[in-house]
């Protein structure tokens, strides 16, 4: 046996029942978006916190590989991945980011190689070197990511060694 329910609600009334409905969920995304992004600061750190566990690079700023980081870099083959591809790495990273200053520049690289999507058998090469060194692919993307800073501060006129002296310039 079915019962109909008939609810008869003015045109002012439900308009003001939406709009409370639509403010309600504008403002519950607004909380979940502040959410995501201490989660993804706390990726972040804890990236870095394992490369520098793993010995892969430093903490100091500015980060720099350690031995380790460097071997990694060349036998993943990810310095001759960014060297061979440079240009168009640096056009495309400077399409997604400003790129003003050595912080900025430091965020956008670390922030585009984290992104940047590899051809399957590169990535491939990449899990397998990371499996052979024992570490995670987060921290392989940011040993790539610390080499394209230095190739990306390199190209907007910034030297490594003048960053770490007070008011390092172009």
Partial sequence: METNLIINIGIYKAL???TSLILGAWYLSHRLTKVETKVDGFDTRLTNLNGRMDNA???AS???????????LEDSGLKKYIDENREELLVQCKQKSSMNNPYDIQESAFKFFDGLEFKKEFETTLKSSAFKHGVSMDTIRRIGGIYFRDVCLNNSGFKLEDLDKPNAKK
């Fill in 16 to 18: 003001g029942l939406m």
């Fill in 62 to 72: 500015p980060l720099a590989l350690l031995p380790k980081g460097n071997l990694i």
């Fill in 57 to 59: 690079f430093s903490g």
